[in-house]
């Protein structure tokens, strides 16, 4: 608060939005098309992914010069902070849905149809021979949903995934560390190493799909076990390679040299997302996979 | 002149309103608000409301009264000077606790009220209440009844012609639920496709059917009479047309119709039994057809939201199929399963109407293909 | 609009482009400002003409003019414009142009995304409406889009989905922004508790919007993978539950309400102070008052769910949550009302709307308290007596807010005063009339008439007449806003810089009126 305002940067007109809301409409109606099976929509979408890299490159690329440049001054370093951690917020929020609805299939939805609870009728009359237990193995209808016939263990790959993906915390916070002791070799080489860890991650995970969708029969249409693991853990997915592509263009602009001590906010702000989507990891780790 | 005119618009506008709304309501105002209903739940319900409706009101006199009497008072054009008073913690706690207090005294009632809908303990008789996009089907579980009641073809006919003409217009249906008086009986309510609600508020209930799940509640009627309401959830487009009528009979006159229904019952078995001629299968099946089929297929087969049954591959190709698709259904579309809802006689000539009717031509059904499919 | 003049001229001070591209390419609040509240202006109008459609099919029984089938597209489209299209972009629009002048800064925090936030409406929008020429129509499960009916939707369906995921990414854009700026953006000595209370509504309600949006796209998100992906989040056969879908949209859904009023609350509090000539009563406890209805509003979804079987605590417990709302709100009643005794009040335009308000919100909300007690919701759910309820909060409250607001600063935005007389016409035709549009609703709800039904039985003839009545008449009223704004905006008479008699603030205080394209770029002192 407080600072002196004249000198708040506040940009001209710019293109780069109407771009953002053209190509993600064009993604988005694309998908929509495909959706209802017709091929085009599939073209749609490309023509809307170019034109919402281009402007992903515009947009941070303007950024990324007007910072080089120094027009941004601490005032508007702190709206940037500001904008990112209650972006982080709403995906937080996202997250929570899923979760939520976890906890409603194990809590109340499976055991009201086992008959506890409010669900002795509905048991009675309906789903006689369900029987409700975790991991679902039996779902109420089998010949609509095709039950699992078993599931990921936790002590597996997903125990690995943990190791991995908290060490990528600590190499991040080492890389941290090091830009801001301006060690610029280390800076490099944990930064690559959360990379490498980040990508680590996200092979063994498609390895374990692989593993469930061929041999347990376990997928997102194996009833609500497989809807809320592939959900959960799925979205995570997509989480972990976008940190980690934006962690691979933090990793350039290092090369390049961008960063100095006092003034990498992309870098903190990828290193906080970073740290969201390991907190997440460890509620996945414990509410999906372990117990 | 325009400016006087103008300053007297809203004594014009409100005096026509006055107007306008006497005229047009004059007749029942007795309309105008919950009915009191025939059952311990309702009379409760509407006590509850009228209690909370008066302590509403008794509150808006007094707050709307003082801002009125602040706005003529403290007007500047009666000369006020502003006070610069802004704040006061004590009058600040009283409006927070007073509310809060009079909010305790409603919610007393309100969960004893509720406490009693929610016990359906000890019922004397169990129905079990199925929606069916767009009709409701009643299983006597006790008694092995169990039928489909939708809207009469009197009153769907109407909906493009004169509404006036017919009684109970929406509100009437092919054949009501029969229930007992001073009985307690127990509702299960669920539904095959969509969530639809089963409400009759002269009983004060209301309740969802939801797919895949049964919902209890319990009423106790306790005068002779018919009982009208409507299914109450957004069940697509026919949501509109799905009355729900309940007929109350004293115990001897219910016992009378049970037996009945237990006779036709038996005589529908016997009939399922015998080789029906292909008129009388085609005579029985258009009224199947027009009651629980022409919402989705149009009337003469020309499809809307089901498809199009003339020239269909399904309805003029193998028997097999076409039994499926009415028998099981498809799940994911509005097509239902009527293997449940129809028995076989009806299921066999509305098959065998659909396959002869509006230019197709295949084999006729009886009903003992329907029971092998079975 | 005329715009910057020469006294605040700094080093990056320039004025607006010209042409077209001004408006795609803006970066500046005002503009943005005014594109919002233009584009709201026009879905208003779109989402009216669908309620104009559904008066007169429901003027008399019988189906005169549209198909079962098409109403039910034009009952989900009309809530879905109204609410998106037209209330929330009005009080983003509201927001963007006073924040920046209410609290003394050159403009919003983040004004390149405050651009798309802003540009993806218009695109999320063009999506839903071409729906109605798709296949199988526009969706037509209602607004709440409840599975399994939703599933049955044609061509539109993912067409839905993604429109919500646009406008969910769009505000939780705009609400970042909102934050960002009210916390790092004041003028030195500006502190939390000086600002106007419609800064401080939005502040809570731009937390709303982070927190609830996301959960909205995850709702739509399931139904979307539901029916193409094989999930059975919303199907018992899998071990899912359809109800699930109820509570994860009432999560988003109770607080989406107050998102439409909570910045209204704020434009009230502005407006009654000015023209009662004396502070606003209890300000501390207008800002706990609003955040205590926030508060609540996260614990109380299940109210819109009371009949869909849930167990007895559980609906104990929402009962009694709900009904603890009434009491912050009634909070801001008594402070409304204490603000105006012993002051000296006139009633221009603004004010009689704001009067309006506190009347009609407040009867909105006492049938809010009467739907909040569960037992007697079992009859009132579902039927024209929530259609009533909630057509006083939306339409005599936010709608008659945004009136009031317009009405208000329009004069310091361009500089031009509206035409007095006109204004108070607009106000009694609208306030006669929307009261024969939905009052009589109360009483059709409660003698047993559903909602989202194209036809009725007889005995509701009466009243569902009176309604449409009074519906046109509502509607026909509108042109004259608009009327009264663009002759405004072309060539009204000058305001003064103060505008009103008895306004503070910022922006009435130290602004010319219309304010300089940046309002200030030196942060003015504030005592
Ligand atoms: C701006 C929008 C808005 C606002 C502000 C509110 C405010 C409230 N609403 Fe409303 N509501 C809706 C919009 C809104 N609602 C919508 C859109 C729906 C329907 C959704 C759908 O199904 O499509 C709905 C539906 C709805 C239901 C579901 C009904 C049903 O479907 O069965 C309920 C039930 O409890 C409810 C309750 C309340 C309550 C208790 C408040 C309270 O906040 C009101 C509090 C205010 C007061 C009480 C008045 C002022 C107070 C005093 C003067 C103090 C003294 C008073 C007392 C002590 C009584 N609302
Ligand atoms: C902010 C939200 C908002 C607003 C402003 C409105 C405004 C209006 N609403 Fe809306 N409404 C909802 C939100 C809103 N509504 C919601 C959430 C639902 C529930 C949907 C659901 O069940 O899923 C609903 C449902 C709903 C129904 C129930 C439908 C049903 O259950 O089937 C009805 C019926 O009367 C109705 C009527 C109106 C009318 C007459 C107006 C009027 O105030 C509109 C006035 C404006 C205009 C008319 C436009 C301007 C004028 C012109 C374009 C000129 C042309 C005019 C003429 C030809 C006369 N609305
Ligand atoms: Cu069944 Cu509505
Ligand atoms: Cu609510």
Not at chain 3, 423 to 445: A, Y
Request: hydrophobic share 50%.
């Amino acid at each position: 608060m407080a600072h002196a305002q004249g000198d708040y940067y506040i940009p001209n007109g710019t293109n780069w939005p109407i771009l953002g809301s053209i190509g993600l409409t064009l993604i988005l109606s694309g998908f929509a098309v495909l959706l209802n099976e017709i091929a085009a929509g599939k073209w749609m979408m490309i023509l809307g992914a170019l034109v919402f890299i281009y402007m992903l490159f515009g947009w941070f690329g303007t950024v990324i010069h007007e910072s080089q440049a120094g027009t941004y001054n601490s005032q508007v370093d702190f709206s940037f902070r500001l904008g990112m951690g209650w972006f982080i917020f709403s995906e937080v929020m996202f997250f929570a849905v899923f979760f939520g609805v976890l906890f409603y299939a194990r809590v109340l939805s499976v055991p009201w149809l086992a008959g506890e609870g409010d669900g002795v009728m509905t048991h009675a009359v309906l789903w006689s021979n369900f029987i409700g237990e975790w991991p679902l193995l039996n779902n109420p209808d089998p010949e609509m949903f095709k039950s699992p016939e078993g599931i990921i263990p936790a002590w597996g790959i997903p125990a690995i995934n943990t190791v991995i993906l908290l060490s990528s915390g600590v190499t991040v916070t080492l890389a941290h560390w090091a830009l801001k002791e301006q060690k610029r070799s280390a800076l490099q080489l944990w930064l690559l190493a959360t990379v490498i860890l980040g990508f680590l991650f996200v092979y063994l995970q498609a390895i374990e799909y692989i593993h469930a969708y061929k041999e347990l029969n376990l997928t997102l249409g194996s009833g609500i076990y497989g809807s809320t693991f592939f959900m959960l853990t799925g979205f995570h997915g997509l989480h972990v390679t976008l940190g980690a592509t934006m962690l691979v263009v933090i990793l350039i602009r290092v090369f390049k040299g961008h960063f100095t001590p006092d003034n990498h906010f992309a870098f903190e702000a990828v290193a906080w997302y970073w740290h969201f989507v390991d907190v997440v990891w460890l509620g996945l780790f414990i509410f999906v996979y372990w117990i | 002149m325009l400016l006087r005119v103008l300053r007297y618009l809203p004594a014009l506008l409100v005096g026509g309103l006055v107007l306008l709304v006497a005229q047009t309501a004059g007749a029942d105002w007795g309309a105008l608000n919950l009915p009191e209903g025939v059952t311990p739940i309702s009379k409760k319900v509407y006590d509850l409301h009228m209690l909370i409706l008066w302590i509403c009101v008794v509150i808006a006199v007094i707050v709307f009264g003082a801002m009125f009497y602040s706005m003529y008072a403290h007007r500047k054009s009666r000369g006020a000077q502003p006070a610069q008073f802004h704040e006061s913690t004590k009058v600040e706690v009283i409006w927070t606790i007073i509310p809060f207090l009079i909010l305790v005294g409603m919610a007393i009632p309100a969960t004893s009220t509720l406490v009693f809908m929610s016990d359906t303990e000890n019922a004397d008789l169990t129905i079990k209440i199925t929606g069916h996009q767009w009709k409701w089907q009643y299983d006597y579980i006790d008694d092995g009844i169990s039928f489909i009641s939708s809207l009469t073809e009197e009153s769907r006919n109407a909906i493009k012609g004169d509404p006036a003409s017919v009684d109970n217009y929406l509100l009437d249906v092919d054949k009501p639920l029969v229930l007992p008086t001073n009985k307690k009986v127990r509702f299960l309510v669920t539904a095959s496709d969509v969530i639809h609600s089963w409400w009759v508020p002269m009983l004060g209930q209301k309740q969802d059917a939801i797919p895949g799940f049964i919902n209890e509640m319990w009423t106790r009627i306790n005068e002779e009479g018919t009982y009208r309401g409507q299914c109450a959830e957004l069940c697509g487009k026919d949501h509109g047309f799905m009355p729900v009528v309940v007929v109350a009979k004293n115990e001897a006159d219910y016992q009378a119709w049970v037996n009945e229904q237990k006779g036709e019952a038996a005589a529908a078995a016997a009939a399922a039994e015998e080789t029906w001629t292909q008129d009388e299968l085609m005579a029985k099946g258009a009224k199947v057809y027009n009651t629980q089929c022409a919402a989705c297929h149009g009337a003469n087969g020309e499809g809307g939201i089901g498809k199009p049954i003339v020239g269909s591959a399904i309805a003029t190709g193998p028997l097999a199929g076409h039994l499926d698709i009415i028998m099981k259904g498809k799940q994911g579309t509005a097509m239902a399963a009527y293997a449940a809802i129809l028995n076989d006689v009806d299921i066999a000539a509305v098959t065998t109407y659909q396959r002869n009717s509006w230019g197709n031509a295949a084999s006729p059904v009886q009903p003992a293909d329907v029971k092998t499919a079975r | 609009m005329s715009t910057a003049t020469a006294t605040h001229n700094e080093h990056h001070d320039h004025g607006p482009e010209k042409g077209l591209m001004r408006w795609i390419r803006t970066t500046n609040h005002k503009d943005i400002g005014t594109l919002y509240l233009v584009f709201s202006l026009i879905m208003f109008f779109v989402g009216g003409s669908m309620a104009m459609v559904i008066r007169a099919e429901l003027f008399q029984p019988g189906l005169q003019l549209v198909e079962p089938g098409f109403f039910n597209q034009l009952t989900t489209m009309h809530a879905l414009v109204m609410v998106f299209g037209a209330v929330m972009p009005a009080f983003v629009g509201l927001a963007n142009w006073l924040l920046p002048m209410m609290i003394g800064a050159p403009d919003m925090a983040l004004p390149r995304m405050n651009n798309w936030s802003f540009w993806l409406l218009p695109f999320g929008f063009a999506m839903l409406i071409a729906t109605f020429f798709m296949p199988g129509g526009a969706p037509a499960a209602g607004w709440t889009m409840y599975p399994p009916l939703i599933q049955q939707t044609g061509m539109a369906l993912p067409f839905l989905i993604f429109t919500v995921h646009i406008l969910g990414i769009s505000s939780i854009m705009g609400a970042i922004n909102i934050i960002a700026t009210i916390l790092n953006m004041r003028a030195p000595g500006m502190t939390l508790m000086k600002m106007p209370l419609f800064v401080w509504t939005w502040f809570i309600t731009a937390y709303l919007l982070i927190a609830v949006m996301p959960v909205f796209a995850g709702a739509v998100t399931m139904l979307l993978t539901d029916k193409y992906f094989g999930t059975s989040f919303f199907n018992a056969a899998g071990g899912g539950d359809p109800v699930l879908f109820q509570h994860v949209f009432w999560f988003f859904g109770h607080p989406e309400v107050y998102i439409m009023i909570l910045p209204a609350f704020g434009v009230i509090s502005a407006i009654i102070p000015t023209f009662a000539r004396k502070p606003l009563f209890g300000y501390s406890s207008m800002v706990y008052a609003t955040a205590s209805i926030a508060f609540l509003s996260f614990i109380v979804w299940a109210h819109h769910m009371f009949t869909v079987g849930m167990p007895l605590a559980g609906e104990l417990y929402f009962m009694y949550a709900t009904m603890m709302i009434a009491v912050p709100t009634g909070v801001k009643v008594f402070n409304w009302i204490s603000t105006m005794w012993r002051g000296a009040m006139t009633f221009e335009t603004p004010m009689l709307f704001a009067v309006a308000f506190v009347i009609l919100f407040t009867i909105g909300g006492f049938s809010g308290l009467m739907m909040a007690i569960t037992p007697v919701d079992f009859q009132y759910h579902d039927t024209y007596f929530i259609v009533a309820h909630f057509h006083y909060t939306l339409v005599t409250g936010s709608v008659f807010a945004i009136f009031a607001a317009v009405y208000y600063w329009l004069p310091k935005w361009t500089g031009r005063m509206y035409s007095e007389k006109l204004g108070k016409v607009h106000f009694w035709l609208s306030v006669i009339f929307v009261n024969v549009l939905f009052f009589p609703q109360h009483f059709l709800g409660l003698a047993g008439m559903p909602r989202r039904i194209p036809d009725y039985a007889v005995q509701f003839a009466d009243w569902n007449m009176v309604s449409s009545i009074g519906g046109f008449a509502f509607g026909l009223s509108q042109l004259l806003f608009a009327y009264i704004v663009f002759t405004a905006v072309r060539g009204g008479e000058k305001a003064t810089d103060r505008v009103w008699e008895g306004a503070t603030g910022l922006e009435f205080e130290l602004l010319p009126s219309p304010p300089p394209y940046h309002s200030f770029t030196v942060a003015p002192e504030v005592k």
